[in-house]
């Protein structure tokens, strides 16, 4: 089958690899769609995870059922079912798992990556039925649908709360949406990007800061009325955009810092500011059971305006190029034929 690898240091490219034999309790999918996230370009560009060399890319998967090994019954999953993939496993049997922590779970410590091939295989746990009405385009942006809503869960904003989100990529298009649907006020994108400013506007934001022109911290106490933001989420991942989050939260406010930053990055924090504001740090990882409260809430936001552009995944290196412009949202790859989809 045809799979996006990891093939050298900054390099992907397109490959002829044998298929996953399928065992028991294991489901075989044929992929639909998959999406670009940034942890793939972490992978190719900064060797992420320690991933090897050759692996295949992509987690952020939409398909359809195709065969079902010994025993996968138990899903009640059946061929030409149409799926989502997990790319967290969890044994249900760890101290972790047995604690609601199955994201951390003690038996699987990896992610599973493959998803950027014509054909996948997932333990039937991993895998969840999609409605009839879910594009399978769009249900690829389920994943990251449900880190977003672990960072909702975790951010605990309330209704009329002044949010501020920095970066404005797929999924801070996909978080400026739930940030919407909680009801939260001066609703504020800050991103250097100018191509993304008015579909930003059109998904919800209120306000539009540009870093590159504009003082962050001027601007947001402006808009504030001079109190800050009851929540601040940092999305873009960007080193230099971590500091001013901090500075812009208000009194008794939460800094959400959401995205994957560099291994090497540190940020100094003065305490006594945080202590003067009473002020919360949150990181936000992700969490499994979220899925089917993702596929529930897809109907509620516009996933289809996040994508931005879509390659077949024979031009895998040129999608690549084009997440890295960083003009478009969401970048996703078509891994099958057309009548499937």
Same mark, same amino acid.
């Given at each position: ?24 309790? =294991? ?17 190719? =560009? ?296």
């Amino acid at each position: 089958m045809k799979a996006c690898v990891y093939a050298s240091p900054g390099k992907v490219e397109l490959r002829n690899i044998p298929e996953e034999p399928i065992e028991r309790g =294991k489901i075989r999918i044929k992929v639909a769609y998959c999406a670009i996230c940034a942890t793939d370009a972490h992978v190719v =560009k900064r060797g992420l995870w320690d991933a090897p060399l050759g692996i295949v890319l992509g987690h952020e998967v939409s398909g359809i059922v195709v065969e079902m090994g010994p025993d996968a019954g138990g899903s009640g999953l059946k061929i030409g079912d149409r799926v989502i993939g997990s790319p967290l496993r969890n044994c249900g049997l760890c101290e972790q798992c047995r604690r609601g922590r199955p994201q951390y779970c003690n038996a699987y410590s990896d992610m599973v990556f493959g998803g950027m091939a014509e054909y996948k295989v997932y333990d039937q746990k991993n895998l969840y039925k999609i409605p009839d009405y879910l594009a399978l385009r769009d249900a690829s942006l389920i994943e990251p649908l449900t880190c977003v809503m672990r960072a909702m869960d975790l951010s605990n904003i309330q209704q009329g709360d002044a949010v501020c989100l920095s970066g404005c990529g797929g999924i801070g298009l996909l978080m400026l949406q739930a940030i919407k649907a909680k009801g939260a006020s001066r609703i504020t994108v800050i991103e250097p990007v100018a191509e993304k400013h008015e579909l930003a506007r059109e998904l919800g934001a209120e306000f539009v800061i540009d870093p590159k022109t504009e003082s962050v911290a001027e601007r947001a106490f402006e808009i504030t009325s001079g109190l800050g933001y009851d929540v601040v989420i940092e999305a873009s991942g960007a080193p230099v955009a971590a500091p001013v989050c901090i500075d812009i939260a208000g009194k008794c406010g939460t800094v959400v810092y959401f995205a994957v930053y560099p291994t090497d990055f540190e940020m100094p924090v003065n305490l006594y500011d945080l202590y003067s504001k009473e002020l919360r740090i949150q990181t936000v990882y992700t969490h499994p059971l979220i899925y089917p409260r993702a596929v529930d809430f897809a109907s509620e936001i516009n996933l289809d305006r996040v994508i931005g552009i879509e390659f077949p995944l024979e031009e895998c290196v040129k999608a690549f190029e084009a997440f890295d412009t960083k003009k478009y949202p969401k970048v996703v790859l078509r891994c099958s034929e057309d009548e499937l989809l």
